[in-house]
């Protein structure tokens, strides 16, 4: 009995070693080519991690570079690295970038700064939330101008449901206070007060706001001036 079941082991074995024989025969060139495939792709994938870590630390050099000349009071050296970067860099430092080339431009002509943060707005390939950080800055450097309107329009989107609507409301509520139209700087303000994700330190200014708009215009009246007292006689 046992030598039965060695030689029907024996049997299977030389079975399967036919088998794999013939399976190397048929397919051994596609197995070769699916190996040096994969060799390939691994070789690949490591050679581009390699190449985007360097490109994302020459990048890190490139930007802090750029802060240096512009703490140095080198504006136009500074542009010159900034616009190598949106041109060239990774896409996280391409947008570092355009912001810091749009603060550097806001400070030269806050017009030209508007516009730079326009664009970055514009630009649907940057994440919803540094698009609204966009619009924010834009509007906040068009409030002064001679036409705000734009400024207040952008602002009042950002304060419907932004992750800057806080500031939004802040500014828009400001504006409507220095025009004296208390009631729209109270209903600005009452929203901040109302949501529970204001942070503190807005909510220990929207106190003063608020007591501010409590006192409502202040009215300036002029003191009627008192009859002059008649003038002693004159003696002799």
Not at 171 to 187: D, F, P
Request: glycine share 8%.
């Amino acid at each position: 009995m046992a030598e039965n079941n060695e030689f029907f082991r024996e049997v299977n074995e030389d079975y399967r070693r036919d088998q794999v024989a013939q399976i190397w025969r048929r397919y051994s060139g596609v197995i070769i080519a699916l190996a040096v495939l994969v060799v390939a792709a691994v070789g690949g994938w490591r050679y581009w991690q390699s190449a985007q870590r360097h490109a994302a630390e020459a990048a890190s050099e490139q930007f802090d570079t750029a802060n240096r000349l512009a703490r140095d009071g080198k504006p136009e050296e500074a542009d010159k690295v900034l616009t190598g970067l949106e041109k060239d860099g990774p896409a996280g430092y391409r947008l570092l970038a355009q912001f810091r080339s749009a603060v550097e431009a806001a400070k030269r002509d806050p017009a030209k700064g508007a516009a730079a943060f326009d664009a970055i707005a514009g630009d649907t390939g940057a994440g919803d939330a540094l698009r609204d950080l966009a619009r924010l800055r834009a509007a906040l450097l068009r409030l002064d101008t001679a036409d705000p309107t734009p400024a207040l329009a952008s602002l009042q989107g950002l304060a419907a449901g932004s992750p800057f609507r806080h500031t939004a409301r802040e500014m828009l509520g400001l504006v409507a206070l220095k025009r004296g139209q208390y009631e729209e700087a109270g209903r600005w303000f009452d929203q901040l007060t109302t949501d529970p994700e204001t942070p503190q330190n807005l909510r220990q200014r929207i106190e003063v706001y608020a007591a501010l708009v409590a006192g409502g215009p202040v009215t300036v009246t002029e003191a009627k001036p008192e009859p002059a007292a008649p003038l002693p006689p004159i003696t002799r």
